[in-house]
């Protein structure tokens, strides 16, 4: 899944996001996407792309961000242990193996992404960092930038 930024703000504008360039950092383009109505600075979608302008990595935020599946399984502005059981109960009907974060969240194998939580007020929910490996399952999340972790 090859994509560069400007189908990505292509893809995202159907849906009603607007594009807020958020500067550059070494090596890497942030793009924020936010709506009209995105009532916080804090955006319902970052995106960070290469220096050649191919997307990387796609956070999306717990409160804001819009629901995000995988395999069936509802990801975005969830209780986390709610969520833990749902990926573990895939893992255990398709044979898949699972993983956890350094936070000590839980994933399955395969799914390029990796699960966090984040508060909203008194209560925590999930949010989701995705990234794009390819061929190469060796690639994790331990070379996003260092701003996708300050939300986490």
Not at 35 to 48: G, L
Not at 66 to 88: H, K, N, W
Not at 89 to 107: V, W
Request: aromatic letters at 10%.
């Amino acid at each position: 899944m090859d994509m560069h930024q400007e189908e990505v703000i292509a893809a995202l504008a159907v849906h009603g996001f607007t594009t807020r360039y958020d500067g550059y950092s070494p090596g890497w383009d942030p793009v924020r996407f936010t709506k009209k109505d995105t009532p916080t600075s804090q955006a319902p979608v970052e995106c960070y792309f290469h220096e050649d302008q191919e997307l990387a990595y796609v956070l999306v935020d717990g409160r804001l961000g819009p629901q995000v599946t995988c395999e069936g399984i509802r990801l975005i502005g969830r209780v986390p242990s709610q969520l833990a059981q749902e990926m573990e109960a895939h893992a255990l009907k398709y044979d898949t193996g699972l993983r956890f974060s350094p936070t000590g969240d839980l994933s399955c194998d395969g799914f390029q992404l990796e699960i966090g939580a984040q508060r909203a007020g008194d209560y925590v929910m999930s949010c989701a960092l995705f990234f794009v490996a390819g061929d190469d399952h060796s690639v994790m999340c331990d070379g996003a930038p260092n701003a996708v972790w300050h939300r986490w």
